[in-house]
């Protein structure tokens, strides 16, 4: 991880406390200050001088010999999601959706090959997957990544695919004739289906949403349980209303990116 700068004005030490922060994930919410420092490729004292430096700053705790994140991470997500304005565009229409259709309701965008969670409504039902805001998975593997693959050029296309998922999933094999087949078929209908593809018994259904000048900036679904609900369910009943409320985002999105980006000083106010 550290010491793959190439620029000159790469900061090293500020690509290592980043290191320290994205080593935790579901799988290791708690760790030593050895686990941390094997997991990073640090020296001991390099960790733990960079762990004391984020305990301090409100980011990490430690107790009973080991160290974990605290919810103050959040905000380096939230932040990004908030500079678009996209989860308070989102926020009712999702849960609107999620009302009306009893399942839970995302967005997501491309970080590389994976898809990255920015929104979420979710209802308390079990599926085999855990989910959260910044939650990453395979873009291939998705409803929500097929149809942002799909609305991406070509060539910059064959570069995202080329990328390692950093999901801590194993890398997908690619069919690539297969895929652009599907992803043809995406852009021409206008939503994506992933049957169980990511996980067992998870089915879900995509379409995108849109910026004001028409391009595709996210990619919103509706996820079931395959045992509950049927392929036919899903593009029937809840493709029409998933459709409507990506269109009333992109809508308001557009609105809000639109506004002025400075409030006008009290002498420029009439």
Same mark, same amino acid.
């Given at each position: 991880?550290?010491?793959?700068?190439?620029?000159?004005?790469?900061?090293?030490?500020?690509?290592?406390?980043?290191?320290? $922060?994205?080593?935790? /994930?579901?799988?290791?919410?708690?760790?030593?200050?050895?686990?941390?420092? !094997? %997991?990073?490729? $640090?020296?001991?004292?390099?960790?733990?001088?960079?762990?004391?430096?984020? &305990?301090?700053?409100?980011?990490?705790?430690?107790?009973?010999?080991?160290?974990?994140?605290?919810?103050?991470?959040?905000?380096?997500?939230?932040?990004?999601?908030?500079?678009?304005?996209?989860?308070?565009?989102?926020?009712?229409?999702? &849960?609107?959706?999620?009302?009306? !259709?009893?399942?839970?309701?995302?967005?997501?965008?491309?970080?590389?090959?994976?898809?990255?969670?920015?929104?979420? @409504? @979710?209802?308390?039902?079990?599926?085999?997957?855990?989910? /959260?805001?910044? !939650?990453?998975?395979?873009?291939?593997?998705?409803?929500?990544?097929?149809?942002?693959?799909?609305?991406?050029? @070509?060539?910059?296309? *064959?570069?995202?695919? @080329?990328?390692?998922?950093?999901?801590?999933?194993?890398?997908?094999?690619?069919?690539?004739?297969?895929?652009?087949? *599907?992803?043809?078929?995406?852009?021409?209908?206008?939503? %994506? $289906?992933?049957?169980?593809?990511?996980?067992?018994?998870?089915?879900?259904?995509?379409?995108?949403?849109?910026?004001?000048?028409?391009?595709?900036?996210? %990619?919103?679904?509706?996820?079931?349980?395959? %045992?509950?609900?049927?392929?036919?369910? $899903?593009?029937?009943?809840?493709?029409?209303?998933?459709?409507?409320?990506?269109?009333?985002?992109?809508?308001?999105?557009?609105?809000?990116?639109?506004?002025?980006?400075?409030?006008?000083?009290?002498?420029?106010?009439?």
């Amino acid at each position: 991880m550290a010491g793959r700068g190439q620029g000159a004005d790469f900061v090293e030490a500020l690509a290592r406390g980043l290191d320290v $922060l994205t080593c935790f /994930d579901a799988t290791r919410r708690e760790m030593s200050l050895s686990e941390i420092a !094997t %997991a990073t490729g $640090l020296a001991r004292p390099t960790a733990r001088r960079l762990l004391l430096t984020l &305990e301090e700053l409100g980011y990490v705790r430690s107790g009973s010999g080991s160290f974990a994140l605290t919810p103050q991470v959040l905000r380096l997500g939230s932040a990004y999601a908030s500079s678009l304005g996209l989860w308070e565009m989102a926020r009712p229409h999702l &849960e609107d959706l999620v009302v009306r !259709t009893g399942e839970s309701s995302s967005m997501s965008q491309l970080d590389g090959s994976d898809i990255v969670y920015v929104a979420r @409504a @979710a209802v308390p039902k079990i599926i085999a997957l855990r989910v /959260d805001i910044g !939650t990453l998975f395979p873009a291939v593997l998705t409803s929500q990544g097929k149809v942002l693959l799909a609305a991406l050029p @070509a060539e910059e296309r *064959e570069r995202v695919l @080329a990328l390692p998922t950093r999901s801590g999933l194993m890398q997908p094999q690619l069919d690539r004739d297969a895929l652009e087949a *599907e992803l043809r078929a995406v852009r021409a209908r206008g939503w %994506a $289906l992933a049957d169980e593809e990511l996980a067992r018994g998870v089915r879900s259904i995509a379409v995108p949403v849109r910026d004001g000048e028409g391009a595709v900036r996210a %990619a919103m679904n509706v996820t079931v349980h395959a %045992a509950e609900t049927s392929v036919e369910t $899903l593009t029937g009943t809840y493709l029409p209303l998933l459709l409507q409320a990506a269109g009333e985002i992109s809508a308001d999105w557009a609105l809000w990116l639109s506004r002025p980006m400075t409030e006008p000083s009290p002498r420029d106010r009439p």
